[in-house]
């Protein structure tokens, strides 16, 4: 054991002090928050430079053309002839909007033109339209009987919850059942497991990969085979290979969100404004969802009623298993492949599509955490560590939770036990194209 | 006693025997030849021994004691085919490769100063193995080899690739770790090596022992009464004694009948008339042993 963990060591020193990994794991989320910064100037200075636009209202309904300005556009009101100012209105303002006389209060759809020099984005297009259609809403609404209350009561939104979560909160319990929060929970750790495994798959269980193969070609392999057993040398890499991938990972989860956080406070409104979001959109997003004050308290209540103390460990645990499942996989390959790179990259498909399953399986899961699908997603132990960890804000059957676990744990034995008679054989045969059937004879090779 | 001990050891791939039912001994403090051609069985074999594979079947004693049961750093193994890690540095790659075979990091680190000291490349010990050259990466490799005092060590044409003043220096090694008592197997082609080197060799071909013992017992074994003779005036033929078989300037070479000595054949000379200026025995030199033992199977 003692040498499995020099071999982890070494795989894990002479990785993290590479100069590339301190470079991808540094660079990675500042290219993240450079990223956002573009993408926020981009937006900026594509769509929004502030624009001028006069009005010429026949219709009468504006009064005051500064209710129609927002942040980036200032409206004014002319009454010259509307032919005038087609010849003339890009002397004062870039765009001119013209209102046509407006009787029919029953009409629903009205025509209204604009003119100028440039093509108008949609989303210049959409804040026009917005503008004046709220004023002849408006007006519609000041014309009739119903006053500007009443037609706000209009506006109805329906928000269906788990009935014996809202009686536990009524009564002041802390809520058992999970509601709404829980599948958006259950969608985020399903994804986030998802991710981290398709990472660990292309990236880390390549570097497994790479590292056997690098220590077959360099033929180091012989003097590492008469030191130390192939299963522990193999174990030490998968272990020191995983550890890397944690630190990067672990790095990545807080210098991300920091530097997001740091471009957001130093570009703050502009970001806030520029990726398309007004405040007032954002006021009216929220009061769309109706997202009043209980409401977001009792979110909080059922997000921390959660049972994170299975949650966070059980994600833990399939996260380790799924990771040692698949690197083993990945040395075993890495053995029985020479110096052909090309080889390799083709072996990683199959090995990946278990992945690509899961993840077209995860949405279903979700629509029906306790179903049959769900049930066996959690039982294959290629799947489950994704699959899993998604269902665990659902209150799946702690019988399921067990004996997923237990499979996954006699799995990692297994693929290992697997791999690792792989790759004591194949680490040390040169020269020779190996294919699916001679891998399946080094099986049952003697020691 | 022996050092190593092997016996009726099997191994198989796919239906073919790499080594078939080999016996043979390694005396203690010895330097062994171990030899044979291309694909003898010769690497399985000292697979076996290193542990890197196992044996079929068989049994391998290691200073008595069943090879399983010993400990790993009592073996040091340079293989043929050489290797490091490129990217460690020479003093980090040796304590990692001596803490493999048991060794703490403080006695890795002395021993390694004394060996890097006795190379005269005590600076090398943040020099980077891609940085080296061939022939250096091979004294890093040797060095790796015995820093862990094993008792037996394996040597697999340790010379490819050396400079003579490099082989020269390596040698000298050798014959000073034999000297203290470490035993040493060294597998070659190289049949002069063989013979100015070993004192015991086997000779291993299809698998199979074809003879084995001292290299001096070897030649005796294998000696054809071949005699060289150098006398004033040139040797008689037509003699009952002895046959010619050629002459050069430094004398006759002859084979002396089966059932005659070299008293027969000295006194006839003599009786000839003729003066004998030398009279030596010649053996047979390993590399025709060599060839002969593998042509006749």
Redesign the interface.
Known sequence: MNKVWLIAAREYLTRVRKKTFILATLLTPVGIGLLMLAAAYFAKSGSDANKSILVKDDSGIIQDASVLDSETMTYTLSNSDTNTLKDSYNESADILVVIPPFDDLSEKSHQISYYSQEKLSIGTINKIEDAVGNQFREHKINSSDISMDTYNSFKTSIDLENGELLDQIAAGEDPKSSGKTGVIVGTILGGLMGFMMYMVIFVYGGMVMRSVMEEKINRIVEIMISSVKPIQLMLGKVIGVGGVGLTQLAIWLILTPAILFGVQHFFGGDLASTTGVTPDQLDQITSAADLSESKISSYIKEFKSLNWLLIIPVFVIFFFGGYFIYASLFAAIGSSIGDDMGESQQLMIPVSIPVVIAFMMLQPVLNNPNGNMAIFGSLFPLISPIIMPARLAFDPPMWQVALSIIILIISCVFFAWIAGRIYRVGILMYGKKVNAKEVLKWLFYKE | MSVLSIQNVVKEY?GHKAVNNVSFDVPKGSIFGLLGPNGAGKTSLI?II?????A?SGRILLNGKDISETL?RE?G?L?E????????MVGEQLV??A???GLTKLEAASEIKYWLEKFDIKDWWTKKIEELSKGMQQKV?FI?TVLHKPSLIILDEPFTGLDPVNTNLMKEEIYRLNAEGTSIIFSTHRMEQVEEICKDIVLIEKGQVILTGAVGEVKEQFKENLFKINTTQPLKSGSSAYAILNSDEEGTTIKISNDATSNDVLSEVIQSGNVVKSYAEVLPSLNDIFIKQINRI
């Open positions: 796919a697979r290193t542990r890197i594979t196992a079929d790993i073996v193994y293989p085919e050489r290797g490091l890690y490129k990217k460690m990692y490769l803490q493999l075979k490799q790796a």
